[in-house]
């Protein structure tokens, strides 16, 4: 069977010292597929921002990029060498960064390694909005943190959509979670979480409130610990300096400072950051160092721009879409957006990198 027809997607037009501008643009698809590509019709995507700074690091700047790119869908026709996927097949992933489609294509054609099976009872949109994260929390945790059971867990803006997938996947493997709240609201519904299934205790051993004017962080965290810090930091983001405060919005003023974060790490600590730019001063390096503890960085692209795991990065995507179909992982629900709506949604995820859109074809 061969398809050739023009699909519209959304891309973005990258202009220098000026707010990126989403246009929809047409793709042609090709006639024939190559060896291991799949030919998917795209049911959601979830929208995430472009980190146009990464784009230029690893050599990919282009007039148009596209935009959307975890998507699910159904496969509507394999190459001559696919064997993980048939037609008819549902599947979801995340397209790699040099992928010429949008995912708003309604029709696009990637590379059979990175898709996987989508369980029947999963909703395309559930899966496509909260992929992303999932892929995250099991870096942070597994990959970066190597988290047992046991281990003590700070994770940081516990409410955030990646708050969430860390909170609950941490409960899963029997980590006891510490988090903090950016709002009143946020703060009751962390201490009101609860487990699908089993025992019904709550997910959150402390939450600990940093919207008022002082934070009692690191007072609290070694109340929870005795004494000792917590195994595991994640964070979605620090304060580098004090004076940083007085420029900055309401939002990145409830961001833990640095040094708080070194200081409530026990020994032997690992501490996930989200920060690109972090920058550490000899005092900071030298508490790292009497507590040897350890920072890695938190860059979700690194799977599918390296192929060196890429095994083990379809066994974390498999691993996540079972989990979210039994229950386990539970991720905010998002309203879906229509595909005329994209744009404005896109502009909005681009200016405000914590808000989530889904679009539905």
């Known amino acids: 069977m ?21 246009v929809i643009q047409e793709m042609t698809l090709p006639d024939v597929l190559t060896s291991h590509q799949v030919r998917v019709q795209v049911k959601a995507c979830g929208l995430s921002p472009l980190d146009f700074k990464l784009l230029r690091d690893v ?9 959307g790119r975890e998507v699910a ?10 064997t993980f996927f048939q037609p008819e097949d549902e599947v979801v992933g995340i397209l790699p960064l ?17 898709l996987v099976q989508k369980p029947e009872k999963l909703s395309s949109v559930c899966v496509a909005g909260a992929l992303r994260d999932g892929l995250c ?23 955030s959509s990646f ?19 950016h709002s009143p609201q946020n703060h009751t519904f962390l201490e009101q979480l609860r487990p699908s299934v089993g025992v019904q205790d709550p997910l959150v051993a402390r939450v600990i409130p940093v919207y008022n004017s002082s934070s009692d962080l690191l007072s609290v965290v070694m109340e929870e610990t005795g004494g000792l810090g917590v195994d595991i930091v994640v964070d979605s983001g620090v304060h580098l300096h004090e004076e940083e405060e007085e420029v900055e919005s309401e939002e990145k003023k409830l961001l833990p ?16 950051t989200s920060h690109q730019d972090l920058q550490l001063d000899p005092p900071d390096c030298r508490l790292l160092y009497l507590k040897s503890a350890s920072v890695s960085f938190l860059n979700p692209e690194v799977w599918t721009a390296s192929s060196s795991q890429q095994g083990r990065y379809l066994h974390i995507l498999k691993d996540i ?15 879906a957006v229509p595909l005329y709506e994209a744009t404005v949604a896109m502009e909005t995820v681009q200016r405000h990198p914590k808000k989530k859109a889904v679009v539905q074809l």
């Not at 869908?73 to 696919?82: M, Y």
């Not at 010429?100 to 990175?114: N, Q, R």
């Open 2 to 22: 061969k398809i050739c027809s023009v699909m519209k997607g959304l891309y973005c037009r990258a202009v220098s010292d000026a707010e990126p501008k989403f």
């Open 257 to 272: 400072h640095k040094h708080d974060i070194i200081s409530v790490l026990g020994v032997g600590g690992h501490w996930v």
């Open 137 to 159: 929390a099991y870096s942070a945790l597994h990959t970066h943190a190597r988290m047992a059971a046991g281990h003590t867990l700070l994770v940081t803006d516990g409410a």
């Open 73 to 82: 869908g159904v496969v509507l026709q394999v190459g001559p060498k696919v």
């Open 59 to 67: 050599g990919m700047q282009r007039d148009l990029i596209p935009v």
């Open 98 to 114: 040099d992928s010429s489609f949008s995912g708003l294509c309604e029709v696009i054609d990637t590379d059979e390694y990175y």
């Open 163 to 181: 708050g969430l997938m860390c909170i609950q996947l941490a409960c899963y493997h029997g980590a006891k979670v510490l988090t903090t709240s």
């Open 321 to 335: 879409v079972e989990k979210m179909s039994s229950g386990l992982l539970r991720p905010q629900p998002e309203e």
